[in-house]
């Protein structure tokens, strides 16, 4: 019973359940790290994902800290504590805390929970998080552009790159910064070999990425192509093109072609965070950036949130 009538077991903070791999780690956070500054209170990351077995996605490790990021750990009490609270939340549970939290002479403890799944089937902005109080426990996508706080994120998502590892694409690294370098980032991998992911968020079409290369040589014709792909194989025997594309492969962690990707003058995007926040962290309102006009084939979400509105969108042209 006192894990239920303790106000002070748990900290005034906002609890965030991070998941997936390293783009949608930096989705939950930077939704949680703009409740959490506007709060003034700490962020603390529950990592339980991390623990699980993967069935049905795609198995993934915890890589936020290959950023400048800014969290504490939830304790493993605190993650009781909260698990409880959520589910007494409601209804008879509810009134039965507060009768007993009467007699126990204590306050009982309350938490606020967001369930986005639950409560916003929308990839759209939902204004209840201005609403907010702590401690604050939080399951949330966070897709819409207009949770973060991109001035903060910037320091936040500035990616650790060690000397070594500069002077290991050092000479990607000098075209990129040095040219109208594009980035052209293909999606394939569990989009294409895992069944749940390619029935929700889809594969897009060889015409996308042939529209958009056209799109970016009708812009301005001195750009260069720089191809980031999990399926480079795949992108030389499909993808045919008057212009030379430039395969980036690069020996090290994946973080690093995001990086390289932040270099580029401009960037075409896949229906993917892992090019989506490249452009983010980027991006000026003169930026080329082209995106699909549809995030995922499943057109179960709106979308309309997922990007700025100067990113120029074209058709996905989704594999069928």
């Keep these: 019973m006192k894990n239920f009538y303790k106000a002070d077991q748990i900290e005034s903070a906002v609890y965030m359940e991070i998941v997936g791999g390293l783009a949608n780690q930096m989705t939950c956070y930077a939704g949680a790290r703009a409740i959490a500054d506007r709060l003034d209170v ?9 623990k699980s077995d993967f069935e049905g996605c795609t198995p993934r490790d915890f890589e936020l800290d290959c950023l400048n990021v800014r969290y504490d750990l939830a304790s493993p009490e605190e993650l009781e504590v909260l698990s409880k609270a959520r589910k007494r939340q409601i209804g008879r549970r509810r009134l039965l805390d507060d009768l007993i939290g009467t007699i126990l002479q204590q306050k009982p403890l309350r938490c606020t ?31 819409s552009v207009q949770y973060y706080d991109m001035d903060s994120l910037r320091n936040d998502f500035e990616f650790k790159v060690s000397n070594d590892q500069r002077k290991g694409m050092a000479k990607v690294l000098s075209d990129v910064q040095s040219s109208k370098s594009v980035s052209l980032h293909i999606r394939r991998g569990d989009y294409a070999s895992l069944a749940t992911a390619r029935s929700y968020h889809g594969l897009l079409g060889i015409e996308y990425f042939q529209e958009a ?22 992108v030389e025997d499909n993808l045919k093109c008057e212009d030379k594309l430039n395969m980036v492969s690069i020996d090290g962690p994946a973080y690093l072609e995001m990086y390289l990707m932040t270099q580029c003058w401009g960037n ?42 100067h990113w120029l969108a074209i058709d996905s042209h989704f594999e069928s």
């Design 42 to 50: 700490p962020l603390k990351l529950d990592l339980s994902f991390y």
């Design 113 to 143: 929970y967001w369930n986005e799944s639950k409560n916003n089937e929308s990839l759209r902005y939902n204004s209840i998080v201005d609403g907010f109080s702590t401690p604050l426990s939080i399951n949330a996508h966070f897709a």
């Design 213 to 234: 290369i056209a799109k970016a040589k009708e812009l301005d014709p001195d750009v260069k192509f720089y191809v980031f792909s999990d399926d480079l194989d795949w």
């Design 268 to 309: 075409i995007i896949a229906n993917s965070g892992f090019s989506r926040w490249p452009a983010l962290l980027a991006d000026t309102n003169d930026r080329l950036v082209i995106r699909p006009n549809r995030w995922n084939v499943a057109d179960v979400m709106e979308d309309v949130d997922i990007a700025p509105s």
